[in-house]
């Protein structure tokens, strides 16, 4: 009876045995595919997102320092299965939509493309050079403009659609108060430039271009990179301190008065959105906005703002340190 029993028993054991070396193997070859998977391809990261925006539903991200724009109508997709617009963009950081069309810079290359949404792709209808680095662009639905800030000599160049249905130059304009432009925002009927060398430039563009008012902030924040505002706040992405000053943080600050920047009255968010990295453009899609971060950390964060309150802050996209492959990548596009 005792032998019987032992053959049952061991009969039982085997059982239990061979499904948990089952079990163990399944989790063994899943933990290896989930924690040990070889990211060997740039294109499964994003090294300095510069800016993110939309155009009829689909979402494009300018990806800086890997030299290519990326599209999808699914924001959370795996970055790996967004669509390719171009991996020849040579330093790209802006766009602007007016509905109909969406216009880019490629900075290093002194090139804007303009592009149209066709049967859910986006497709390149026209170039057009632009000299001294084009770096930003906006869309005025008060002219019907688009206007293209370039980095270097105050250079501001406005285009609108001619009679042919392509999109000219109309005008150039030349700031010879400003010394390096990385953006620019209209707001309340006027441009605010921010200049990586100090100061905040009010330019009345519906006017003559002439200069309103300049605010000179403080040394610590000079290296701005963007000036915004959203509600009753003003919201100023830093780079640096003034004159490229590396020793001082990058950071997001707030501030309810323009004037405040220059005293020191501002308050610093950059812990709210849990910045690593380099904030650098924010941008509005429908009722979120978006936040980028760029260099040693980055990403693409989502937002809302309710009654001046910063909510619902979600980071889409988020890598704390650079990759390898991304590393090798910059050094093709930007050779660095």
């Known amino acids: ?16 045995v061979s499904f948990f070396l089952i079990v163990t193997a399944l989790f063994g070859i899943a933990f290896t595919i989930v924690f040990t998977k070889d990211y060997d391809d740039w ?19 300018q990806d800086c320092w890997q030299g290519r724009i990326i599209y999808s ?7 790996s299965k967004w669509k390719t617009l171009s991996e020849d963009v040579s330093s790209g950081h802006s766009m602007a939509s007016n509905g109909d069309v969406l216009v880019l810079d490629n900075s290093n290359a002194d090139l804007i493309y303009i592009c149209c949404e066709l049967n859910g ?7 057009i050079s632009i000299a001294n680095r084009p770096h930003f662009v906006l869309w005025d639905d008060n002219t019907e403009m688009f ?41 309340e009927g006027y441009l605010y430039i921010p200049d990586a060398f100090g100061s905040i430039h009010k330019i ?61 009255q501002y308050e610093d968010i950059t812990n709210t959105f849990d910045i690593k990295g380099t904030p650098y453009f924010i941008s509005e899609i429908g009722n979120d906005f978006f936040l980028t971060q760029i260099d040693k950390a980055n990403g693409v964060c989502k937002f809302n703002v309710v ?24 050094k093709n596009v930007v050779g660095e």
């Open 1 to 16: 009876m005792k032998n019987i029993k032992d053959s049952i028993f061991s009969k039982k054991m085997k059982k239990i």
């Open 73 to 79: 109508k699914n924001l959370t997709k795996d970055l």
């Open 121 to 127: 792709d986006l497709v390149k209808i026209q170039d």
């Open 204 to 264: 009345d563009y519906l006017n003559g271009f002439d200069e309103i008012d300049s605010y000179i902030v403080d040394d610590e924040i000079g290296g701005m990179n963007q000036i915004t505002k959203i509600q009753d706040y003003y919201y100023l992405t830093i780079y640096s301190g003034s004159n490229f000053d590396l020793s001082q943080p990058s950071r997001i600050i707030r501030a309810q008065n323009i004037t405040d920047f220059t005293t020191g």
């Open 43 to 61: 294109r499964e990261f994003l090294y300095t997102p510069t800016i993110i925006s939309n155009l009829n539903g689909i979402y494009v991200i």
């Open 147 to 187: 206007y293209v800030f370039s980095s270097y000599y105050g250079q501001i160049t406005v285009l609108a659609l001619s009679d042919d249905n392509k999109y000219s130059i109309v005008n150039t304009i030349f700031l010879d108060n400003i010394v390096y432009m990385r953006s620019a925002s209209i707001i």
């Open 307 to 330: 009654d001046n309150e910063i909510k619902n802050v979600k980071w889409i996209f988020r890598w704390d340190i650079v990759s390898q492959p991304s590393q090798e990548r910059k």
